[in-house]
């Protein structure tokens, strides 16, 4: 079968760092993409990864291991409006996105 | 960049009434739509891709006949929830591929609340 694992919730501190990782098991791999989501709203892009390695942009970042199935996104300086919930998805053979079910992150003051 | 317009936002309607929400993409065209739903507190549902010029493609579970999907022209997706019951009430989501097939990225509409009553 085809599943996506990440935490259901994490809690961090304003102006510290948190790291949410995502395990992945699909038939087929076409990318894997972290969107972020207000209670709500509709999912934001923040990252695509395709091949190994760390991509980096502005606070956040995203690294992925296809070899590992794992891929995890690192928010810097954390910031109270980052208090969302950020989804995993993976794209598979078919082009069609595969979501987990996403991890609330609570930011404290 | 890519935008994704969906329309209306929020609707309320009887049970027993039929709802269209419509998914546009404004400044491209997209051969691919899809359509979720998303429950409180839970991740996105795959319901449908829409193709355009085809028939819509159903997730498992998905009544067809219950979730219209039309994909008329290539920037214009509908869903139609037809003979609405409080059960449907949902957060309903469009989006739809980037022009770049490379990037994969996918870009949302702005989502449409139900509530029937």
């Known amino acids: 079968g085809q599943n996506i694992d990440q935490p259901t919730e994490m809690t961090a501190t304003e102006g510290a760092i948190v790291q949410i990782n995502c395990t992945y098991q699909?038939?087929?791999?076409?990318?894997l993409f972290w969107y972020q989501q207000h209670a709500g709203e509709a999912p934001t892009f923040l990252s695509y990864?395709?091949l190994d390695g760390l991509e980096e942009k502005g606070r956040f970042s995203s690294f992925l291991s296809r070899s590992k199935g794992y891929s995890y996104l690192l928010l810097k300086e954390l910031q109270m409006k980052d208090s969302a919930s950020y989804l995993c998805?993976?794209?598979?053979?078919?082009?069609?996105?595969?979501w987990g079910a996403g991890t609330k992150l609570i930011i404290k003051p | 960049g890519a935008v994704v317009s969906q329309h209306p936002s929020r609707v309320i309607c009887k049970s027993g009434t039929s709802v269209k929400i419509e998914c546009r993409s404004l400044?491209?065209?997209?051969?691919?739509m899809f359509w979720y739903r998303q429950f409180p507190k839970q991740s996105l549902m795959l319901m449908a891709t829409?193709?355009?010029?085809?028939?819509?493609?159903?997730e498992q579970g998905v009544e067809k006949d219950k979730f219209l999907i039309n994909h008329a022209s290539l920037t214009l997706s509908t869903l139609t929830v037809t003979s609405a019951h409080p059960e449907d009430s949902s957060f309903y989501i469009c989006?739809?591929?980037?022009?770049?097939?490379?990037?994969?990225?996918?870009?949302f509409g702005e989502g449409s609340r139900l509530t029937v009553l």
């Open positions: 989006s739809a591929r980037s022009p770049d097939r490379d990037s994969g990225e996918l870009f």
């Open positions: 400044d491209f065209q997209a051969t691919t």
């Open positions: 829409s193709n355009e010029g085809s028939k819509a493609t159903y």
């Open positions: 699909t038939s087929g791999f076409n990318g």
């Open positions: 990864n395709v």
């Open positions: 998805a993976v794209m598979g053979s078919n082009y069609q996105l595969i």
